[in-house]
T-cell receptor, first 117, second 117 residues
Framework: AQKITQTQPGMFVQEKEAVTLDCTYD???????LFWYKQPSSGEMIFLIY??????QNATEGRYSLNFQKARKSANLVISASQLGDSAMYFC??????????????FGRGTSLIVHP | GAGVSQSPSNKVTEKGKDVELRCDPI?????LYWYRQSLGQGLEFLIY????????KSGLPSDRFSAERTGGSVSTLTIQRTQQEDSAVYLC???????????????FGPGTRLTVL
């Protein structure tokens, strides 16, 4: 069975500092995609960054980068130069082919990030 | 707008009543997903539609839950004989197609907050 684990229920970071949010995954399928989403208090889910299992380089999107360590099955999100607006829940998700043939995303339980001024 | 829309945004109902939640996906998106998010929790997959294929209902928690998608577009999630434990935010997402790649990025609606008294 596919599984996503986010071990940090809550994280605190000082404004302008960098922070790493952990995500480990478990799948035996060689083809999968990893996604990170941000959910502010308003409730909307905002896509941040994607890493494909065959991608050779770590994904980057502005202040977001993904530290992809395939052998360790980890896909940690790094946010550089934290801003107050980064305070939100962050979810790691994996998409891999399920036994029935469909690609059902599996989400972690999330990490609550609070950025202090 | 061109995003995923959901209605109603809030629904308060009495235990035992039936409710219908609606999702309008992005035009042209063939994949549609329903999730449930209880307070402070991650996303729980409910059901998935892909084109004209039979839906993947593996996440539905009981036979009180059902969903349909008419004409490959609008979807309705129905909860019969609601219980207090059904109280949650119900999120709908759509993607262009289904699969592990970035082209399958999910776009989420704002959610429907269901409260069962």
């Amino acid at each position: 069975a596919q599984k996503i684990t986010q071990t940090q229920p809550g994280m605190f970071v000082q404004e302008k500092e960098a922070v790493t949010l952990d995500c480990t995954y478990d799948t035996s399928d060689p083809s999968y995609g990893l996604f990170w989403y941000k959910q502010p208090s308003s409730g909307e889910m905002i896509f941040l960054i994607y890493q494909g299992s065959y991608d050779q380089q770590n994904a980057t999107e502005g202040r977001y980068s993904l530290n992809f360590q395939k052998a360790r099955k980890s896909a940690n999100l790094v946010i550089s130069a934290s801003q107050l607006g980064d305070s939100a829940m962050y979810f790691c998700a994996m998409r891999v082919r399920a036994s029935g043939g469909s690609y059902i995303p599996t989400f972690g339980r999330g990490t609550s990030l609070i950025v202090h001024p | 707008g061109a995003g995923v829309s959901q209605s109603p945004s809030n629904k308060v109902t009495e235990k035992g009543k039936d409710v219908e939640l609606r999702c309008d996906p992005i035009s042209g998106h063939t994949a549609l997903y329903w999730y449930r998010q209880s307070l402070g929790q991650g996303l729980e997959f409910l059901i998935y539609f892909q084109g004209n294929s039979a839906p993947d209902k593996s996440g539905l928690p009981s036979d009180r839950f059902s969903a349909e998608r008419t004409g490959g577009s609008v979807s309705t999630l129905t909860i019969q004989r609601t219980q207090q434990e059904d109280s949650a935010v119900y999120l709908c997402a759509s993607s262009l197609v289904s699969g592990p790649s970035i082209y399958n990025e999910q776009f989420f609606g704002p959610g429907t907050r269901l409260t069962v008294l």
